[in-house]
């Protein structure tokens, strides 16, 4: 089997390819799909068009620390009209130090699952506070949880709750 077919099993049972590409514009999504990359990994402020490219991506987006509110919601139905055509395969959260904005995030990303916008729900940190903190009031357990380092305390959480550790190879173009 081709490393670009290899996938995990998730905690709801879904596949996620193990290895993925980032990608920022509609030149990477041509390149990426030619080279037989399935996993494609995006910011959600990214304006791409990639939603008749190929029935069989899967479709990572990342929602930045940064992005809130009104901008969040924009975001989101751009998305929705331009990037992918039924529903987004996993929409991940980067946790910031605020914790009542995480909360309000994730709220806004468990409706969306609610929907069926969005299949799978994650979480990028490095933060084991900022992970405890949401933990407690959610009503969607992460299915994701990609470390951005290898804290004894985030990986102690991740096992604890059955989190798949998802530090999947995503590459990008130079």
């Given at each position: 089997m081709a490393l670009l077919d290899e996938a995990v099993v998730l905690n709801d049972g879904s596949l996620m390819p193990k290895t993925g590409i980032i990608?920022?514009?509609?030149?990477?999504?041509?390149?990426?799909?030619?080279?037989?990359?399935?996993?494609?990994?995006?910011?959600?402020?990214?304006?791409?068009?990639?939603k008749d490219v190929n029935p069989q991506l899967y479709v990572e987006v990342r929602i930045s620390k940064l992005t809130r509110g009104k901008e969040l919601?924009?975001?989101?139905?751009?998305?929705?009209?331009?990037?992918?055509?039924?529903?987004?395969?996993l929409c991940l959260l980067n946790l910031s130090d605020d914790n009542e904005c995480n909360n309000q995030i994730w709220q806004k990303l468990e409706q969306l699952k609610i929907t069926g916008w969005v299949k799978t729900l994650g979480i990028e940190t490095d933060k084991a506070d900022a992970l405890e903190a949401l933990l407690k009031n959610i009503k969607f357990k992460p299915n994701v949880l990609r470390l951005k380092c290898e804290d004894t305390d985030l990986l102690t959480i991740a096992k604890n709750n059955k989190f798949i550790n998802c530090n999947n190879k995503l590459n990008t173009f130079s």
């Open positions: 990608v920022k514009n509609d030149d990477d999504v041509t390149k990426a799909t030619k080279l037989g990359y399935r996993l494609l990994d995006c910011a959600v402020d990214d304006n791409l068009k990639i919601h924009n975001n989101l139905k751009s998305i929705r009209a331009n990037l992918i055509a039924d529903q987004a395969d």
